[in-house]
């Protein structure tokens, strides 16, 4: 899928590039927050000594910024994403995760926020239509 960045997305992928030193691969704008894909392997160097760079960066945009790290495969994205995810199945575009009952809730975020985020960025980098929680 080819992916179409508008200016304000560039910018803010541009300004946090050059904030943290580490590449970014995709970035949405949600509300007060700013979710952010970032280079396989930088998450160390985006987040900084004791969070010090990612504490700057909020300071810069003024919104909470959450972190991804890119992975070549969509199953090693999603388990990047999902950390607790114990199940990935691949059915077409549809991807199911299974995930302890205990971490349902906060996978799926308060009203389906979350699973919102991750479903905009599974679209956008591997042209997944919907990540459904077990």
């Known amino acids: 899928m080819k992916l179409t960045l508008d200016q304000n997305t560039l910018q803010s ?5 050059s904030l943290t030193g580490a590449p970014v691969v995709d970035c949405i704008t949600e509300d ?7 280079g396989e ?5 985006t987040v ?3 969070g010090a760079k990612i504490k700057h960066a909020e300071r810069v945009f003024k919104k909470n910024i959450k ?3 890119y992975a070549p495969t969509l199953e090693e994205f999603v388990k990047k994403v999902i950390p607790d995810v114990q199940e990935i199945k691949i059915n077409g575009s549809i991807v199911y995760v299974k995930v302890k009952p205990s971490e349902r809730a906060r996978t799926i975020g308060k009203a389906g926020k979350n699973i919102k985020i991750i479903n905009k960025f599974l679209q956008r980098l591997f042209s997944i239509e919907e990540l459904k929680v077990k």
């Open 13 to 17: 992928m541009n300004l946090f590039q």
């Open 32 to 38: 007060d927050e700013i979710y952010f894909v970032i």
């Open 41 to 45: 392997g930088k998450y160390g160097l």
């Open 48 to 50: 900084g000594k004791n």
């Open 67 to 69: 972190v991804f790290e």
